[in-house]
């Protein structure tokens, strides 16, 4: 099959520019062809280090760049102290109660196997999982961040990373996820129906059967494939 970057956005103003009845419409294109990297765990500008804080010689990371509602520190937590001193972005702590992020005063809780919740995986879909590590808890101004150390980070990274991609299976051929649009409308017209996603598997997992997906919420969508020659691939569509 022929395909290049051009047909995610075809598809994508396919879903958006028609006419019909009302829907909200997810492109899938040819996992063969889906060649975009997942997004880093905790993305930060070149030239600088992740925001990060250096506590009883460990150094502790941000954790979760889109976290908004850290947990107030609990039982498990014990307050150590307070961030002393502060070192540029583009440096790294090296010394204890030192950050790279700010926040000098910042009052800091420290747990050795704290609940740190993965609500995102590297794809960005959304998770409910979470893992005990050692972690610090970060108040400054009324607000908490949590950073984790290398380990923790590394055991959370690993269940970010487990999660495949949003998938289906129409034809023998496993199609991923591109593309999103919603309140559009859809025109039958011309478009071949496929039929409609019937069973869901782990989103551990890659889809095995024919009109199967690892994503509950797909589960009844329509399945079309366009009409261009050009195109060889598919839009499901949401009722």
Request: aromatic residues 8%; negative net charge; hydrophobic residues 40%.
């Amino acid at each position: 099959m022929k395909k290049t970057i051009i047909t995610i956005a075809v598809l994508l103003l396919s879903l958006i520019a028609i006419t019909g009845c009302r829907n909200a419409g997810e492109a899938y294109l040819d996992v063969e062809s889906a060649v975009d990297e997942p997004e880093s765990v905790i993305p930060h500008a070149p030239g600088t280090w992740l925001p990060s804080v250096f506590v009883n010689n460990t150094l502790y990371f941000s954790f979760e760049h889109r976290q908004h509602h850290v947990a107030e520190p609990g039982d498990t937590w014990v307050y150590i102290g307070e961030i002393q001193s502060v070192v540029p972005q583009s440096g790294m702590p090296t010394e204890n109660f030192q950050s790279n992020h700010g926040m000098e005063g910042a009052r800091i809780y420290h747990a050795y196997a704290g609940r740190i919740p993965i609500t995102t995986c590297v794809w960005g879909g959304v998770l409910e999982e979470e893992i005990a590590g050692d972690s610090i808890i970060v108040v400054y101004n009324g607000q908490r961040s949590m950073y984790i150390s290398e380990e923790a980070r590394e055991q959370a990274f690993h269940i970010m990373d487990s999660v495949q991609r949003n998938s289906l299976m129409v034809d023998d051929v496993v199609y991923v996820l591109m593309a999103s649009a919603f309140g559009g409308r859809f025109s039958t017209d011309g478009n071949v129906f496929l039929g409609e996603v019937e069973s869901v598997v782990s989103r551990f997992e890659l889809p095995a059967e024919n009109l199967q997906t690892n994503r509950e919420t797909n589960i009844g969508a329509r399945i079309y494939r366009l009409s261009s020659n050009a195109i060889d691939d598919i839009v499901i569509i949401h009722r």
